[in-house]
């Protein structure tokens, strides 16, 4: 199978599972390809998390995703070492950065030293926690979410890490022959999980 019938073959795929989005589906598989970072900016509720799943099980992807909230820390994200009193060392264990695709899920609603904690990983492709650097999985994306400015407890992201993605969209809400396909037909998580 040559590469563009496989090309469409997945995007036919993603397509079944995100109805009526063939556009946006198609930037967000461009983006991944070209080796760049996603930001999908949109209201609660149009399939920003289920396109993200939909995304890194298409292509057979190690999946990972954080709620980014208030209190959430950047050893959180990155991972933190602990001292085990077996090895009598300190061991590094990893946090859920360390996988092909991120999903930062309302990035906007954790503090901007929060958000800071993924422009190395975004720009390098790597980590440095506690003086070591440790590289991140390839390919390594990260899908964000942000919701609207307007709504309460969100954070702008600063110019440095909008910078870090190569595309923003936005889903929408879906049109009418859309909706009436996604009530009739399956819950879009259990396709993914088949």
């Given at each position: ?21 063939e556009?946006?589906v ?25 396109l ?26 990155s991972?933190v ?7 009598q ?21 954790a ?6 904690a ?17 590289p ?22 600063p ?23 996604l ?11 088949g």
């Amino acid at each position: 199978m040559d590469v563009a019938a496989k090309l469409a073959s997945l995007l036919g795929q993603l397509n079944t599972v995100i109805v009526g989005k063939e556009a946006q589906v198609r930037d967000c598989v461009a983006c991944l390809l070209a080796g760049g970072h996603l930001l999908i900016e949109d209201v609660p509720g149009v399939g920003k998390t289920t396109l993200a799943h939909a995304l890194s099980h298409t292509f057979g992807l190690q999946f990972s995703r954080v709620q980014f909230t208030a209190d959430l820390m950047p050893g959180d994200l990155s991972g933190v070492a602990i001292y085990d009193r077996g090895q009598q060392a300190f061991v590094f264990h990893p946090g859920p950065i360390f996988a092909q695709v991120l999903l930062a899920d309302e990035i906007n609603r954790a503090s901007p030293k929060t958000q800071s904690a993924l422009l190395e990983a975004m720009e390098e492709k790597q980590v440095t926690v506690e003086g070591e650097t440790r590289p991140l999985p390839s390919p390594f994306f990260v899908i964000a979410t942000q919701n609207p400015h307007d709504q309460l407890g969100t954070f702008a992201l600063p110019e440095s890490q909008l910078d870090r993605f190569l595309m923003r969209i936005s889903l929408g809400y879906p049109d009418r022959a859309a909706e009436r396909e996604l009530l009739a037909g399956a819950d879009r998580r259990e396709m993914l999980a088949g």
